[in-house]
Every structure is written in C-alpha cells, then in structure tokens.
C-alpha cells in the first residue's frame, strides 16, 4: 500500500520506502547497447550490466504499478538535478540553513567529488539534514541510500537499542520534506541486497565515527561499506577533531572527538588509503577538551555554559578515503 504527501515522492512501508523516475538511467544503458554492432562477448556483458542495473533498482524502488499490470516499465519523467546554490536556497531548507556556517555542504559535498547522478550512501543520516541536499542535488539519475548500523554488530546494548529504531524514525520523517530528485532508501547494513555490493560511487559520514568506535560496530560496519563500493569508490568523513596530543581516554568515542591520525589509521586497517584532507570545517576556536565532550557546544550546548555559544560548532576534520 501506498501512500502520497503533496508535492512528495511515494512512500512505501517496506524497506523499499521511496521511488522516483530513474527511466534515463536504464535507458542510457540500453542505447548505449544498441548504439552500433557490438561482439557477441560484448553484447552478452552489457545485457548482464543492464541486468544488474534493473535487479538494484527492482530491489531498491519496488516495481511499479505499471510494471506489476502488464511486466512493462512505465514511462516515468525525469527530475533534472537542481544546482547547489538552488538547493541550499530552497525553502524546503529554511530550518537547516543556521548550520550552513559551520557545516559548509557545498565545499564539502564538492570535496568529496560528489556530482548529479551518483550512488551515494549516507551513513546514519539522522534527522535528514544532509538528505535535503543530497537527494534534490543528486537528481533522479543519481539514487540517495540512507544506511544505518546492524544493531547486532554492537557490543553496547543501549546502542544496540538506539540504532534499531533509526530506520523507522527515517521512513516516518521523509515524507514530510516533500523531496524531488533521487529515488530514495534506508537500510539497516545487516539487510544492505547483495545487488549493491560494488555498485556506489560515495559513503558519506558525517560526524559518526566516533560512535562506531565506542559501539564496538567499527570492523562490521566499515568491512559492509567497503563491499559497497565501486573499485574507485570514496568514503567522505566528516568528524569532531581532537588535539594531537590528547589523553587516549579522551579520545576513545565517548566525548565525540577524536585524533585525526586514529581515524586516518582505523580506515588504512579496514582497507582505505588516505587521499586527501581539508580544513573546511575546522574551527581552531574549540579547544576540543570539553570534560563532557563536544556536547558542550552549539547547538546542543548540553552544560548551559553561555560563553560556549561564541565558539560555535565542534573543530572537524574533513577526510577523504579511496577503496584499496
């Protein structure tokens, strides 16, 4: 059963929970098979790539109604990608945009190599406020994944608890933003369709390494992203940045920060070499040793220290991994 917001994409209530056209896509495949005679050998490859294309979106996006009647795909328009500027000024966005300051989307989602039309996973997306920018940016030939952690992967049962609900909380808050561009899903990593092993372009986490360290879930999570992949794949990380010089007790997740130079070497051990780093969303004003951790800052401001506003936002790393 279906069920429609204004101006907003179908909403299922499976794990495939959101469709949006993606005939350009298939059909760029086709012509591109039937563009001039091929080899048999050829011939037979493209079938098996455009097969693989149709299982991922099959399992993704559910078939359509059309498809379901008669077998056919029905003709679907498709949803050009609008430009960053478009997208950050979109009123969809109109609650999101006080944290543009410290978060800085366009220089980081253009750091990271994203363009319209990829496979982007985003890990853990929370309350969707990199999803409003994803998905318009994207455009419907690109497919925006929501991925959360296996609950089973964690050696902490409140997190355990915590992750569970994560996927359900997405479906129920995505209709509202009333998002057009990328067909859309969330998945819980344990029940990620094998289809989509090798086929994304980036991961993209922003600010959750710190919970993958402290939940025990790290080596399970990052070994299923890394099967994600494509073999020049790239994971963006965006993450609270602790001093080089820090307690490791300081640094173990609980505070939310960490050493740049542990993440860089959690992700060299799980299968990542470094390729680039920016400073995009450093701030040198935080002095990242709050005794209750970054939780102390804007906008969370969890101690009530008022002299903590003017520093704004946590310190972050921006960093950026290639599959090995």
Same mark, same amino acid.
């Given at each position: 059963?279906?069920?429609?917001?204004?101006?907003?994409?179908?909403?299922?209530?499976?794990?495939?929970?959101?469709?949006?056209?993606?005939?350009?896509?298939?059909?760029?495949?086709?012509?591109?098979?039937?563009?001039?005679?091929?080899?048999?050998?050829?011939?037979?490859?493209?079938?098996?790539?455009?097969?693989?294309?149709?299982?991922?979106?099959?399992?993704?996006?559910?078939?359509?109604?059309?498809?379901?009647?008669?077998?056919?795909?029905?003709?679907?328009?498709?949803?050009?990608?609008?430009?960053? #500027?478009?997208?950050?000024?979109?009123?969809?966005?109109?609650?999101?945009?006080?944290?543009?300051?410290?978060?800085?989307?366009?220089?980081?989602?253009?750091?990271?190599?994203?363009?319209?039309?990829?496979?982007?996973?985003?890990?853990?997306?929370?309350?969707?406020?990199?999803?409003?920018?994803?998905?318009?940016?994207?455009?419907?030939?690109?497919?925006?994944?929501?991925?959360?952690?296996?609950?089973?992967?964690?050696?902490?049962?409140?997190?355990?608890?915590?992750?569970?609900?994560?996927?359900?909380?997405?479906?129920?808050?995505?209709?509202?933003?009333?998002?057009?561009?990328?067909?859309?899903?969330?998945?819980?990593?344990? #029940?990620?369709?094998?289809?989509?092993?090798?086929?994304?372009?980036?991961?993209?986490?922003?600010?959750?390494?710190?919970?993958?360290?402290?939940?025990?879930?790290?080596?399970?999570?990052?070994?299923?992203?890394?099967?994600?992949?494509?073999?020049?794949?790239?994971?963006?990380?965006?993450?609270?940045?602790?001093?080089?010089?820090?307690?490791?007790?300081?640094?173990?997740?609980?505070?939310?920060?960490?050493?740049?130079?542990?993440?860089?070497?959690?992700?060299?051990?799980?299968?990542?070499?470094?390729?680039?780093?920016?400073?995009?969303?450093?701030?040198?004003?935080?002095?990242?040793?709050?005794?209750?951790?970054?939780?102390?800052?804007?906008?969370?401001?969890?101690?009530?220290?008022?002299?903590?506003?003017?520093?704004?936002?946590? #310190?972050?790393?921006?960093?950026?991994?290639?599959?090995?």
């Amino acid at each position: 059963m279906q069920t429609r917001t204004k101006n907003a994409v179908p909403v299922q209530t499976g794990e495939n929970f959101m469709r949006r056209p993606i005939a350009a896509m298939l059909a760029g495949a086709a012509l591109a098979t039937l563009a001039a005679p091929v080899a048999a050998q050829q011939q037979e490859e493209s079938n098996q790539t455009r097969q693989v294309l149709g299982r991922i979106l099959d399992v993704i996006l559910g078939p359509g109604e059309q498809d379901r009647k008669d077998g056919t795909d029905a003709e679907r328009p498709t949803v050009a990608p609008l430009t960053m #500027d478009q997208v950050l000024a979109d009123p969809r966005r109109d609650g999101d945009r006080a944290r543009d300051q410290f978060r800085h989307p366009a220089q980081t989602l253009s750091f990271f190599r994203v363009e319209p039309g990829q496979t982007v996973v985003d890990y853990m997306p929370a309350g969707g406020w990199y999803t409003r920018v994803l998905v318009p940016y994207l455009g419907s030939e690109g497919l925006y994944i929501g991925l959360t952690p296996d609950p089973a992967a964690a050696d902490s049962e409140r997190f355990e608890n915590y992750v569970s609900q994560l996927p359900g909380r997405f479906r129920e808050a995505a209709p509202g933003w009333s998002l057009t561009g990328a067909p859309m899903a969330v998945y819980g990593s344990q #029940d990620l369709p094998e289809e989509l092993n090798g086929q994304v372009d980036r991961v993209l986490i922003f600010r959750e390494m710190h919970n993958l360290l402290r939940s025990g879930a790290m080596y399970t999570e990052l070994t299923r992203i890394r099967g994600l992949l494509k073999p020049d794949g790239m994971v963006g990380i965006v993450q609270h940045r602790a001093k080089e010089n820090a307690p490791a007790d300081y640094t173990l997740g609980a505070n939310g920060y960490l050493r740049e130079s542990d993440v860089v070497g959690l992700m060299r051990v799980h299968g990542f070499e470094l390729v680039d780093s920016s400073a995009i969303n450093a701030n040198y004003r935080d002095s990242a040793n709050h005794p209750k951790g970054v939780w102390e800052l804007p906008p969370t401001l969890g101690t009530k220290r008022e002299e903590l506003r003017e520093i704004g936002e946590s #310190d972050r790393m921006t960093l950026l991994f290639r599959k090995r």
